[in-house]
């Protein structure tokens, strides 16, 4: 042991070494299963470590491709699966026994891992030898992402059957993956990160202990599968403090409240995504150098370093992100893993006061928090009481506070906005990626094929005995296996247990909120409720509206809080409604606009039968229609043309111009109608 | 003179047939037809001075064709702390009356309190009247509480005056067990307090004093047999303390309906058709002239204060010939200004 020097790794035979580079991922999945699978494939050629698939809102939330609710999204956001036949399509050519394999699938995990066991056991492979993760955590869909599908206790339930399966059975799966990526997405500040999150493993494994179906080594070993999926912002220092905190807080959780006593299993395993939600629609390229300082925040400290990371697309708040942006960011990993010497050297920051002492800070608060959600019943409770939801609303709210005032700089939306215009914008696509609108029929005619081949009567068979497992309150793993040898579809999956378990809407995140905001423009505008009010009589009334399936809630509920502090009566009813919900909701409220939300890139398709419906309704030309979300500049000419008076995209951040611009279109719609 | 929509000098009113397109309106919401009923309510709510002649309007023409107009609603309270699950409770409520009764037709309305800061307000109650498509016979509407705009009580008295000759049941829900929710019960002919279980808000709304005003209560989220068992026995230790009921050894929480307490659980379904069944069998206890004369003293009070109310009462005569709300509105205020001049 003598002269080992500081700056050099060394492994366990004393000889001097370098780490191995994290799993590179990209997220991707689009169109349907054949063009996926072949973009998969070519990404696994780039020298891409890792499979993350993205599915379509419909799979996430339980909806066979054919139903009405799921066609606008059929292939829109990631790749739709139906059956078991999509599946063995999605992995043609790919060893699944080989690749590390993570679905981004939350309500439905179960559903897509039972595919996943069914394609493995219908290929002659040994289960143990399958890898990677499901999503699945439900909590923070409640919260931020909104693809939830049943109630809060039966979801915990499901994610308790599939760790029990996986455990034995699987034993290289994460069954869930505890996400705090979203809530910062969602607005959340380290401190309430660290805490949900934190607070959502509580809540999985005192529901696993509850259980009783480990014995104590099987618990140590369960607690070991868990894993976490964190985002990185940029305030890189600070996000590398608490990927320190986060793992030292895992360390004393697994400890105190559980016991663990193999350290193996104490430690924090994470990957990585970072941060979209500071990505500007504004001077785009600028993005590419986000990106990368944010990879740093997770990479730079050796303690505390992602197991995997997936870096988003420099393009993504313009829309989807075509393969070539993909293959850009991937570039940046490789460039970062391979080029620079970053994996030659121990933690750089061991021992450093400044960092210490931030993170005990982020800690302690951290743990006041976590506190104060288990003292007030857990976290199923505190997804029924609204309460973490509300506090991110408020988060999120301080945020564009502070971006609308200048006080938090992003540079080329509210600083050193002019400049040359971005010639990566400048092709004929706009710089995005769209689906082929032609290609969903693919994907309707392989579940037509599927369903006249299949057995029907084994299919009927199936769906009984997991409804009956599932009335039973048994574990639903194996019966949601043989669903999918039988050709199931996802659908009729979901569609069964929600016949058990009921669907859930949650609390919508704008309960008690308010915003703290004064100034010009906001005096502007309610000069304006107020002259609308002498001169009829009332408050101008607006429905917010969430069509389709997307479940991005925040910016919907944040234009609800902003409406409300101009003075609007907002009618505001959460998300996931068709557009007839929407209408019905207009016309009985009698508004005197319609303000619609949304992201995943089927407003087209929507925003069709939304004006199709105000058409019957005989009042397409009475209530006015705005539109908010990610919204490509080359689509608005046309949604404009359906009737849409105004569009909002990412570059109207600041909220009050936005009421602005609504009260002006009310006003005028009024003294033209009457 | 201020616009101030709480205060407008009210105008003299002209008996006039009522315009085409208003009648057609009138007609067109009586067939349930939506949209044509939302602008109507809308103008009922109308603050502004003008709106009162149109709805006089509509109140004569109501008056003198009976024959057009058969519905005569029965109105409901639900009142209760948020978190007691009231909307849930109301949508399953009207799920269950839809299907018990082919005929019948239920107006809901959902009062959300307006914010103090800028006098707007977010209403959410459609959340859990979530009903996928469109019923017929079923109408929601969300309204503000809209301090500033004379009280929760103003809009809705206003509201139910033209919904109860289109439907039979109208149902108010309101947040809270403040004064607005006191007021409501001169609307409705039966206040339900809705309540969680085991919350402590029993001994909440004994202090408030609230206990005495409902005529039943509602034990929500009673999601386990046990649940409601248990809160059962607690609600009526708290009534008992109050001197409202009699406690006896024999007491058992299946037979709770009896004494007016409900339980139920709106997420699993249980106890929604007993209550459905209850509200089915509520008798009338207020008329439509009943439910005017209390808010015309509301109006006068918060105009002239005791000294209008003291008028109103010595020379009752005053509001003799008065035809609608409008014309007692206007008379009591001809009575009023003769002693100020």
Same mark, same amino acid.
């Given at each position: 042991m003598s002269d080992k020097q500081a700056h050099i790794i060394y492994d366990k035979d004393g000889k001097s070494s370098k780490d191995k580079p994290w799993i590179f991922r990209t997220y991707a999945g689009h169109t349907n299963v054949r063009k996926s699978n072949e973009l998969y494939r070519s990404n696994l050629g780039k020298g891409q470590t890792g499979l993350s698939i993205a599915f379509d809102l419909a799979t996430q939330c339980g909806y066979s491709s054919n139903e009405d609710i799921a066609k606008p999204e059929i292939g829109k956001v990631g790749v739709p699966i139906n059956t078991l036949d999509d599946f063995a399509i999605l992995f043609d050519q790919i060893a699944i026994d080989d690749v590390n394999t993570s679905m981004t699938i939350n309500g439905t995990s179960m559903w897509l891992l039972s595919l996943y066991v069914a394609l493995a056991e219908e290929r002659g492979i040994d289960l143990a030898k399958l890898q990677g993760t499901t999503q699945n955590d439900l909590i923070k869909e409640f919260l931020a992402r909104g693809t939830y599908v049943f109630p809060p206790d039966q979801s915990i339930k499901l994610i308790v059957d599939m760790y029990e399966y996986c455990l034995r059975k699987i034993p290289k799966w994460n069954p869930s993956n505890v996400c705090s990526y979203h809530l910062q997405e969602a607005g959340a500040t380290p401190v309430q990160e660290l805490a949900y999150s934190l607070v959502t493993a509580i809540t999985v494994l005192d529901a696993i202990r509850e259980r009783n179906c480990f014995n104590a080594d099987e618990f140590e070993q369960c607690v070991g599968r868990v894993s976490f999926f964190v985002n990185a912002g940029m305030r890189f220092i600070e996000e590398m403090c608490k990927m320190r905190a986060f793992t030292e807080l895992w360390d004393e959780i697994c400890q105190q409240r559980y016991g663990v006593k193999n350290p193996k299993y104490r430690l924090f395993r994470y990957g990585v995504q970072v941060n979209s939600l500071g990505l500007t629609e504004e001077q785009p390229e600028n993005n590419a150098w986000r990106i990368l300082i944010e990879a740093l925040g997770v990479t730079l400290s050796r303690d505390a370093r992602c197991r995997a990371l997936q870096l988003p697309a420099w393009n993504e708040a313009l829309s989807l992100p075509r393969p070539w942006d993909q293959q850009w960011s991937l570039r940046l990993q490789q460039i970062l893993a391979y080029e620079t010497d970053l994996l030659e050297y121990p933690d750089l920051f061991a021992g450093s006061p400044v960092v210490q002492s931030k993170v005990e800070e982020?800690?302690?608060? *951290? +743990?006041?928090?976590?506190?104060? $959600?288990?003292? *007030?019943?857990?976290? $199923?409770?505190?997804?029924?009481?609204?309460?973490?939801?509300?506090? @991110?609303? !408020?988060?999120?709210?301080?945020?564009?506070?502070?971006?609308?005032?200048?006080?938090?700089?992003v540079v080329g939306k509210n600083r050193w906005a002019d400049g040359i215009a971005s010639p990566l914008v400048g092709g004929n696509?706009?710089?995005? %990626?769209?689906?082929?609108?032609? =290609?969903?029929?693919?994907? #309707?005619?392989? @579940? /037509?094929?599927? $369903?006249?081949?299949?057995? *029907?009567?084994?299919?009927?068979?199936? &769906?009984?005995? #997991?409804?009956?497992?599932?009335?039973?309150?048994?574990?639903?793993? /194996? *019966?949601?296996?043989?669903?999918?040898?039988? +050709?199931?579809?996802?659908?009729?999956?979901?569609?069964? &247990?929600?016949?058990?378990?009921?669907?859930?809407?949650?609390?919508?995140?704008? /309960?008690?909120?308010? #915003?703290? @905001?004064?100034?010009?423009? &906001?005096?502007?505008?309610?000069?304006?409720?107020?002259? %609308?009010?002498?001169? %009829?009589?009332?408050?101008?009334?607006?429905?917010?509206?969430?069509?389709?399936?997307?479940?991005? =809630?925040?910016?919907?509920?944040?234009?609800?809080?902003?409406?409300?502090?101009?003075? %609007?009566?907002?009618?505001?009813?959460?998300? +996931? @409604? =068709?557009?007839?919900? !929407?209408?019905?909701?207009? $016309?009985e409220e009698n508004v005197d606009v319609i303000g619609i939300s949304l992201l995943s890139g089927s407003h087209n398709e929507i925003i069709a039968q939304l004006m199709n419906e105000l058409e019957q309704e005989g009042a397409r030309d009475a209530i006015p229609v705005v539109l908010g979300g990610i919204i490509p500049q080359g689509d608005i000419p046309a949604l404009m043309a359906q009737g849409i008076k105004a569009v909002f995209t990412p570059k109207d951040y600041d909220l009050m111009d936005i009421m602005n611009k609504v009260m002006d279109i009310v006003l005028e719609h009024k003294a033209k109608r009457g | 003179m201020s616009r101030h929509p709480s205060s407008p000098t009210i105008a003299a009113l002209k008996n006039q047939p009522l315009a085409p397109d208003l009648l057609q309106q009138l007609q067109q919401a009586a067939a349930f037809k939506k949209w044509p009923l939302a602008k109507l309510i809308s103008l009922f709510e109308n603050r502004n001075s003008d709106a009162a002649q149109t709805r006089h309007d509509i109140a004569r023409h109501i008056q003198q064709h009976p024959q057009d107009f058969p519905r005569d609603a029965r109105v409901i309270g639900f009142t209760g702390t948020p978190g007691a699950g009231k909307s849930s409770l109301i949508a399953e409520l009207c799920r269950a009356l839809l299907q018990m009764d082919a005929n019948i037709a239920i107006a809901v309305l959902a009062v959300d309190p307006s914010s103090q800061i800028s006098g707007g307000s977010i209403l959410g109650d459609r959340t859990r009247m979530h009903y996928g498509k469109k019923e017929e016979r079923l109408f929601f509407r969300s309204q503000a509480s809209n301090l500033e705009l004379g009280g929760v009580s103003e809009a809705t008295f206003q509201a139910t005056r033209l919904l109860r000759h289109l439907f039979d049941l109208i149902i108010i829900e309101t947040v809270g067990i403040g004064q607005s929710e006191i007021d409501i019960q001169f609307l409705t002919d039966h206040t339900f307090l809705v309540m969680q279980p085991l919350a402590g808000d029993q001994i909440q709304f004994m202090k408030s004093g609230i206990m005495e005003v409902p005529d039943s209560f509602i034990v929500n989220k009673c999601d386990e047999e046990k649940l409601a068992r248990t809160s059962y026995h607690m609600l009526r230790s708290s009534l008992k303390q109050a001197r409202l009921v009699e406690l006896g050894a024999l007491d058992d929480y299946r037979n709770a309906a009896r004494e007016q307490i409900f339980l139920?659980?709106?997420?699993?379904?249980?106890?929604?058709?007993?209550?459905?069944?209850?509200?089915?069998?509520?008798?009338?206890?207020?008329?439509?002239?009943?439910?005017?004369?209390?808010?015309?003293?509301k109006g006068v009070q918060r105009r002239y204060g005791e000294f209008g109310l003291r008028i109103l009462k010595n020379e009752p005569d005053v509001l003799t010939g008065a035809t609608t709300f409008e014309e007692k509105e206007f008379a009591a205020q001809a009575a009023i200004q003769r002693h100020i001049r």
């Open positions: 982020l800690k302690a608060q *951290a +743990r006041d928090e976590i506190q104060k $959600i288990l003292d *007030a019943g857990g976290g $199923i409770e505190a997804i029924k009481t609204g309460y973490m939801k509300s506090q @991110l609303v !408020i988060s999120q709210a301080e945020r564009m506070a502070k971006i609308n005032t200048g006080e938090q700089v696509d706009g710089g995005v %990626f769209k689906v082929d609108p032609e =290609s969903a029929a693919e994907t #309707l005619h392989a @579940l /037509e094929d599927t $369903i006249a081949k299949r057995d *029907a009567n084994k299919v009927k068979a199936c &769906l009984e005995k #997991l409804k009956e497992d599932a009335k039973a309150g048994r574990n639903l793993m /194996e *019966a949601s296996i043989a669903c999918a040898h039988a +050709r199931v579809s996802t659908g009729e999956w979901a569609g069964t &247990l929600r016949e058990v378990y009921g669907e859930y809407r949650p609390p919508t995140g704008v /309960e008690g909120q308010s #915003l703290a @905001l004064e100034n010009a423009k &906001l005096q502007q505008v309610r000069a304006k409720v107020q002259t %609308f009010m002498d001169q %009829f009589g009332h408050r101008p009334r607006i429905v917010v509206g969430k069509p389709g399936l997307d479940g991005h =809630s925040n910016g919907a509920e944040m234009i609800s809080v902003a409406a409300r502090h101009a003075g %609007f009566d907002v009618i505001y009813f959460g998300i +996931r @409604l =068709s557009a007839v919900d !929407i209408v019905q909701s207009a $016309i | 139920t659980s709106a997420l699993k379904h249980l106890g929604i058709d007993t209550l459905a069944q209850a509200v089915l069998n509520i008798p009338r206890r207020k008329t439509a002239e009943q439910c005017e004369t209390c808010y015309l003293k």
